[in-house]
């Protein structure tokens, strides 16, 4: 089947690459699957662009715009309506994006919490009243994954309402009393007896310097929610587990509340043991690992499906039920995992290489090479506390000397302007502030 598909593209990669040629920033279409561009049949990028061949360093006579890009984390798309932007993921031959499958995490992390009520009916109802009341900390309202998370809670427990064709994401703000339109009661029918579920609050975590996903946002607003409706508040969800464990830390676990999150960090894996309900990995390990293998494949000129679909010389191969690749969106997803009180010892150090990818590549044949990566926030959880150490474990793996960025969260051109010189890199990768900031990157590797 993956077989196919490539051939497939290949030929596709001809068509485009003689019709386009010279302008890699729409040459690409659909290309390049199967190869980095110095192999196949990537006529534009034969001479002087594209990835280098083993014999000659990338560094020197490659342009930037020719460069292998990979965005990662935050993928380029309209921030209101999701859609994605099909010219930052198609920049060049070697450009990819490298995430989670967004959706099946939501789902995921829906039902946890589901099944969680389901299993511990009897003492969910803390005043009894008969409603099972939750609050939710959302990320960021203009990002997918936030939205997807958001959306996911409300489909499994029945209070999400519908706008323009899918469910309302929105925050209500505060709807302790059920009238919000942006959510609706749900009704869950366990052991014979129906309960409603209420969505009681909801809000961006987002800090006053302009900051999402925050955490101390979250530790704040769940002081404000608890003094005004605290016995109401049954579960707290978070879309992440940074806010999460703020929550949990400041009030939930206290008042034994169970409290969900995202993103299986170390510490909330910990916390599980203490009462934390649950959280998703979202295999961060293959997420950190895909982000500078395709880069590798990229700069060695071979199929980038090598230690990916395909093993490598090392041994290192990943199998296909731990992520997807889908070629119209030039994306690598990683599968999501649900971490509860049955599993999380299997789950304790988020920071660890995924074993059939912890192979170290020989550097006769792959050959040290720059790369400049940057993390839009130096202080979010999951990217420092479990993305980055294991980018930093994977680069030496992988022969990759990388130079890691650290944003503020906030500002894209405190990013960009430590871009201001490409030239010393052989390959980029980007975790953009907002994810409709792509053409920024664009227009620097562009000069
Ligand atoms: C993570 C969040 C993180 C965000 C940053 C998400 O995938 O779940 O914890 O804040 O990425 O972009
Ligand atoms: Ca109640």
């Known amino acids: 089947m993956r077989k196919k598909i490539i051939s497939m593209t290949m030929a596709l990669v001809l068509g485009l690459s003689l019709t386009a040629c010279g302008d890699s920033g729409s040459s690409s279409g659909g290309n390049s699957a199967s190869s980095g561009s110095s192999g196949g049949g990537d006529v534009s990028s034969s001479d002087n662009s594209g990835a280098s061949s083993e014999q000659e360093p990338a560094s020197g006579n490659v342009e930037n715009k020719d460069k292998p890009l990979v965005w990662f984390n935050r ?59 939750y609050v939710l900390a959302i990320g960021d309202i203009g990002h997918n994954d936030s939205i997807a998370r958001t959306r996911g809670v409300r489909k499994a427990l029945g209070t999400g309402v519908e706008k323009n064709g899918d469910i309302n994401s929105d925050p209500v703000g505060t709807n302790a009393d059920g009238s919000s339109s942006v959510v609706q009661d749900g009704k869950l029918k366990i052991g014979g007896k129906e309960y409603t579920v209420r969505e009681l609050a909801s809000q961006e975590m987002k800090n006053s310097a302009g900051a999402t996903w925050d955490a101390a946002t979250a530790g ?4 404000t929610w608890s003094s005004s409706f605290g016995k109401d508040i049954d579960i707290v969800a978070s879309n992440n587990d940074g806010m999460g464990m703020s929550m949990f830390n400041a009030w ?37 690992y895909l982000t500078l293998r395709v880069l590798r494949n990229a700069l060695d000129g071979i199929d980038i499906d090598t230690g990916i679909g395909t093993a490598d010389e090392a041994g290192n191969v990943l199998s296909d039920d731990v992520y997807v690749y889908r070629e119209e969106e030039r994306s690598y997803y990683a599968l999501n ?42 202080s979010d959880n999951f990217l420092s506390s479990t993305y980055q150490p294991l980018l930093q474990n994977y680069d030496d793996l ?15 051109s405190n990013i960009t302007n430590r871009l201001g010189n490409p030239g010393q890199y052989d390959a980029f990768a980007i975790n953009m502030v907002k994810t409709d900031n792509a053409a920024s990157y664009m227009a620097l590797l562009n000069q």
């Open 398 to 412: 992988l022969n990759l000397d990388v130079d890691y960025i650290g944003g503020d969260g906030q500002t894209e």
């Open 75 to 133: 993928q380029p798309s309209n921030s209101s309506t999701g859609e994605l932007d099909q010219a930052a993921l198609n920049f060049n031959d070697n450009t990819y994006y490298v995430g989670f499958d967004a959706n099946q995490g939501a789902e995921l992390q829906g039902t946890m919490i589901k099944d969680y009520i389901e299993a511990n009916i009897d003492k969910i109802d803390r005043n009894g009243d008969g409603i099972i009341g």
């Open 252 to 288: 939930s676990k206290d008042q034994k509340v169970p409290t969900f999150g995202y993103d299986a960090n170390s510490d909330a894996v910990a916390a599980i043991a203490d009462g934390y309900g649950g959280t998703i990995s979202q295999h961060a390990d293959v997420q950190a």
């Open 220 to 223: 704040n607003a769940i002081g």
């Open 337 to 378: 995992v649900a971490v509860t009180a049955d599993n999380y010892k299997d789950f304790t150090d988020s920071t660890k290489v995924y074993e059939p990818v912890s192979n170290q590549l020989d550097e006769g044949s792959h050959a040290s090479k720059k790369v400049w990566l940057n993390i839009y926030n130096a």
